[in-house]
């Protein structure tokens, strides 16, 4: 790889790194006299230009295991979901003129327009209901942002 020479001391303190998204993997140096750090950085792009490389030199089984394991440690993890329904379309004057105890209509068939999210990303669309004692959401189907943008282009 070009590698460009190192850098130390003040020289590596005022230089600003601009090449995107990277790794950075900081090593403790020690002698019995001082300590210090050594940091290297490996730009995700020379990552990637050299993962098809290791592919073939037998590092599949590795590379395969640790992917398992990650995507399973990514998978056991918890998120909150947000089920938002739409009630009407207001201007901010009749928001203004809200009381405590107020009674909002819902719109038609809003039940059926709510939308799961996680973490301020929506990713479904659903249909609140109820079984016995408990409320539901129903997933109709997954969020298509393109198609929001256009429904929300031509009013409805």
């Avoid at 130390?8 to 019995?32: C, M, Q």
Wanted: aromatic share 6%; net charge neutral.
């Amino acid at each position: 790889l070009p590698v460009p020479r190192a850098m130390s001391g003040i020289e590596a303190r005022r230089r600003v790194l601009r090449d995107g998204a990277s790794i950075r993997i900081v090593f403790g140096v020690s002698t019995p006299t001082d300590t210090g750090t050594v940091t290297v950085m490996i730009p995700q792009r020379i990552l990637l230009a050299t993962r098809g490389a290791t592919a073939h030199s037998g590092e599949d089984d590795q590379t395969g295991d640790w992917r398992a394991r990650f995507s399973e440690e990514v998978m056991r993890s918890t998120v909150r979901l947000e089920a938002t329904m739409p009630l009407a379309r207001l201007t901010l004057g009749d928001l203004d003129g809200f009381q405590p105890g107020q009674v909002i209509e819902f719109e038609e068939h809003a039940h059926a327009q709510a939308r799961l999210s996680a973490r301020d990303r929506t990713l479904f669309v659903c249909e609140f209901g109820k079984l016995g004692q408990n409320y539901t959401v129903r997933i109709r189907h997954p969020f298509d942002a393109g198609q929001d943008f256009i429904d929300g282009l031509i009013p409805g």
